[in-house]
């Protein structure tokens, strides 16, 4: 699989996420060309501020490859990672976070906490932005739907 279809996986759980009155974010984590890890927000199920898609997919994919450290994983997610979740990324130390859609408001690349290449951070990795016009029509949609 490549960078679309691992998108297209997120999407997919972040259309599951819009069904449930979640706000549609969905992340994958890629171990040697497979999913380890699935993950979608749940902030209003679980009424937990952690409940982000990628900490989810974070919590998948050790519990899968039996370590913390995501040293050859890749994550995918619909939306830029908050500070917080660049900042797992940064713990978990994984190799690189591809994303399909920015967040002016609240990701980290975009309010310029740049956690996954600072030098003087011990784990460094590559961050990149895939636009996905689905990613950023999923959270349209969803937003014009809670205003209507």
């Not at 994919?61 to 917080?84: G, N």
Request: proline content about 4%; charged content about 25%; glycine content about 8%.
């Amino acid at each position: 699989m490549e960078t679309q279809s691992f998108l297209l996986e997120a999407l997919t759980l972040a259309e599951e996420a819009a069904s449930h009155g979640e706000v549609p974010v969905g992340a994958v984590i890629v171990h040697e060309g497979k999913i380890v890890g699935r993950g979608s927000n749940s902030r209003e199920k679980s009424q937990d501020p952690l409940g982000h898609a990628e900490i989810q997919a974070i919590h998948e994919a050790s519990k899968s490859l039996q370590s913390w450290r995501l040293i050859d994983c890749d994550l995918y997610v619909t939306l830029e990672p908050c500070p917080m979740c660049l900042a797992a990324c940064q713990q978990a130390r994984i190799r690189k976070v591809v994303y399909g859609a920015k967040d002016e408001k609240g990701g980290a690349i975009c309010l310029g906490f740049g956690v996954h290449d600072h030098p003087k951070l011990n784990h460094r990795f590559q961050v990149l932005y895939s636009p996905m016009e689905a990613c950023s029509l999923v959270l349209k949609e969803f937003f014009a739907k809670l205003r209507s």
